[in-house]
């Protein structure tokens, strides 16, 4: 049977949401990291209404951007996964198929010699 193929998203072991959410966010805004989120919190609470007006818009920003990014890394995910599916299902067809034909030259033998005798 041939061995399906290697993908990048595959070989990731299973994420957690947190840890998904972190994989994409850290490259956009580290201080949304589910780490930082508390001090994150604090730290607005105590900066002036026009740091909290500029923390929002970048914060705002970073969603937009995390939720493109993630949209991506979803599409890509199910197009190698459905991918990967389908070479496992090619393969065992033809896994099938040639023991059916193994089978089948096995009965016309057997038939061939019957009919000799």
């Known amino acids: 049977m ?12 299973l994420l957690t949401g ?3 959410y972190d ?3 850290i490259d956009i805004e580290p201080a949304l990291l589910t780490e930082n989120l508390e001090r994150t919190k604090r ?5 002036s209404p026009e740091e909290r007006e500029e923390l929002a818009a970048r914060f705002h920003a970073a969603y937009a951007e995390y939720d493109q990014r993630s949209e991506e890394f979803m599409h890509r ?4 996964f459905h ?9 065992l067809e033809q896994e099938l198929s040639g023991e059916d034909e193994i089978q089948l030259q096995s009965i016309t033998s057997q038939m061939s010699s019957t009919l000799s005798i």
């Open 2 to 13: 041939p061995t399906p193929p290697a993908f990048s998203t595959l070989d990731l072991p």
């Open 18 to 20: 947190p840890e998904l």
């Open 23 to 25: 994989s994409i966010m």
């Open 43 to 47: 730290e607005a609470t105590t900066a």
């Open 77 to 80: 995910w199910m197009q190698e």
């Open 83 to 91: 991918t990967y599916k389908r070479t496992a299902m090619q393969s």
